[in-house]
């Protein structure tokens, strides 16, 4: 079973860059596709990238091609997110989560992580 723990938000302002970690204190952690997701105020949680368990294939919500970045080291057991050109839209809470396949419904996922806020100031 894994146990997420995110970590590296903050306060950014637009244009700048981010670095999110997922890191996994349990033993299956390579078994598992790991995605990340975000929830603004009064929004639902919505899919941001997902990466698969052999780090080869990913997926983004189209709103963060060509800006994110997800990859994960499987030696310390952790999943990143680069976040690039950063926008007001992109405040919100991230999370991560783990699944079985390399899908992107938020109900596919479990394990979830605490989160942690990420705010880009215009």
């Known amino acids: 079973q894994v146990q997420l723990v995110e970590s590296g938000g903050g306060l950014v302002q637009a244009g700048g860059s981010l670095r999110l970690s997922c890191a996994d204190s349990g033993r299956a952690f390579s078994n598992y596709a790991i995605g990340w997701f975000r929830q603004a105020p009064g929004k639902e949680r919505e899919f941001v990238a997902v990466?698969?368990?052999?780090?080869?294939?990913?997926n983004y919500v189209d709103s963060v091609k060509g800006r994110f970045t997800i990859s994960r080291d499987g030696a310390k057991n952790t999943v990143y997110l680069q976040m690039n050109s950063l926008k007001p839209e992109d405040t919100a809470v991230y999370y991560c989560?783990?699944?079985?396949?390399?899908?992107?419904?938020?109900?596919?996922?479990?394990?979830w992580g605490q989160g942690t806020q990420v705010t880009v100031s215009s």
């Open positions: 989560a783990a699944a079985l396949n390399l899908v992107t419904t938020p109900g596919s996922f479990g394990s």
């Open positions: 990466i698969g368990w052999t780090g080869t294939t990913t």
